[in-house]
């Protein structure tokens, strides 16, 4: 059984960076593709960024392409959403997601495994 646990949530001031990573235990870890959404109040989840199972290729949501930078460390089997330049509208849980396939990795569909989430709050 796969499980995730997110870290690195917090309140940050508006232009400022924060860094979330996900474990990955469970499973071997180069097995999965990773995404990372998040969820805003009175919202639904969106997708952030993903990334295949060898690293090769990642994918982001325009609202945070330029801002932010998904990777993966096989050796910590972690991943990890680094975040610069963040916006009051990039207030949200922030979930980390893991996936058999490296296909359609923009959708929710596509991922079989998710953490528990982590807030990530950005105040003006």
């Known amino acids: 059984q796969v499980q995730l646990v997110e870290s690195g949530g917090g309140l940050v001031q508006v232009g400022g960076s924060l860094r979330l990573l996900c474990a990955l235990s469970?499973?071997?870890?180069?097995?999965?593709?990773m995404g990372w959404f998040r969820q805003a109040p009175g919202k639904e989840r969106e997708f952030v960024a993903a990334i295949s199972k060898s690293g090769g290729s990642t994918y982001y949501a325009d609202s945070v392409k330029g801002r932010f930078t998904v990777s993966r460390d096989s050796a910590m089997t972690e991943v990890s959403l680094q975040m610069n330049s963040l916006k009051p509208e990039d207030t949200a849980v922030y979930y980390c997601?893991?996936?058999?396939?490296?296909?359609?990795?923009?959708?929710?569909?596509?991922?079989?495994?998710w953490g528990q989430g982590t807030q990530v709050t950005v105040s003006s």
């Open positions: 469970g499973r071997t870890f180069s097995s999965y593709a």
């Open positions: 997601a893991a996936g058999g396939s490296d296909y359609g990795l923009r959708g929710s569909a596509a991922y079989d495994y």
